[in-house]
């Protein structure tokens, strides 16, 4: 059981690439969630997913995308890197109700120059 | 409204020596939700609290709900350098099916041997 697991785990990128950040959950959850953490600072909510198939937006959606199209697999896109977008990105999930915690993922450095 | 706040945002303790951060909502909160993260690493749930006034322990931490439901503590008796990282409060925030977790920004805890 390995949880959730994100790749890949380092990405420098250059301004104007695209990349995206793979998420996978092996523990059968509905919800899945997309944070970025910026240095000192708390997590910020990117995009979130109740189930295959439905996505919305959460607190900074701007600049990225997502899909859910299995329960297993939430990948984040990053069209046209900015440098805004360098921080440490967190994939996670929960499924098992509300109050369920949430079980992270390793993370993905990503600085973009 | 939905905001949780947490103090201090950093503390520096000598090892032995108490640690307390606080969670501070300025509604009702239906639960709370603690989290460690190591330099590094990923957020790790500790432990969720629902009852007014509950209070429950993990060996050295204890972590207490407010009668009112609108705070929450966590303290650290006799810190050890292992208590070192950043330590974040969460709320549930359902609406219809949209559900999230609310964060604090986090207290940094650092500890001299």
């Known amino acids: 059981n390995a949880g959730v697991t994100q790749t890949p785990k380092f990405r420098i990128l250059k301004i104007g690439q695209s990349m995206t950040l793979q998420c996978t959950q092996d523990m059968n959850h509905n919800y899945m969630y997309w944070y970025r953490q910026d240095p000192g600072m708390g997590l910020k909510l990117i995009y979130y997913s109740v189930g295959a198939g439905i996505t919305d937006k959460g607190e900074v959606p701007n600049g990225y995308n997502v899909s859910r199209s299995t329960t297993e697999d939430f990948p984040l896109r990053l069209e046209l890197a900015a440098p805004s977008q360098t921080s440490v990105y967190f994939c996670a999930s929960d499924g098992r109700g509300y109050n369920s915690p949430l079980h992270f993922g390793n993370g993905t450095r990503l600085t973009v120059t | 409204g939905q905001q949780v706040m947490q103090i201090p945002q950093y503390q520096h303790v000598q090892e032995g020596e108490d640690f307390t951060t606080y969670c501070n909502s300025s509604t009702t909160l239906s639960n709370i939700q603690w989290y460690k993260q190591r330099p590094g690493g990923h957020p790790v749930f500790l432990i969720q609290l629902v009852k007014s006034g509950e209070v429950k322990k993990q060996k050295r931490l204890t972590f207490q709900f407010g009668e009112a439901k609108k705070n929450s503590s966590l303290h650290i008796t006799a810190t050890q350098t292992t208590d070192v990282g950043t330590y974040f409060c969460?709320?549930?925030?359902?609406?219809?099916?949209?559900?999230?977790?609310?964060w604090g920004l986090g207290t940094s805890l650092a500890v001299n041997p």
């Open positions: 969460g709320r549930s925030r359902n609406a219809g099916n949209n559900r999230k977790l609310i």
